[in-house]
């Protein structure tokens, strides 16, 4: 699945809704500032419903975590993916989401 950055389909939007945020408490994260970049499937004909958040430094300049988020249940992506398993379909939704 290729994946698009948002902003460039939508660099308005983008701009206004793009979200930073600065941890407080780990020493080693201290004095940085991170941007979460949203990244969408544009396969032609694709309806994966999943986006990944590209998580980037502003003191590196670049990439330090790749976050994938499905917000379709269980049922959803065994369809979708035929040949899938459980694990993997855990592995497409990303974090464990709250119910």
Partial sequence: MPYTPFDEKFPEIARKETRSFTPLKKAELAGDEFGLLELYCDEPGCD????MFCVMSQL???????IGYGWEDEKFYMKR????DRDDVR???GPKRRQ
């Fill in 48 to 51: 994966c419903q999943r986006v």
């Fill in 91 to 93: 592995e497409l939704q």
């Fill in 81 to 84: 993916f035929r040949f899938i």
């Fill in 60 to 66: 590196r300049s670049k990439p330090v975590a790749y």
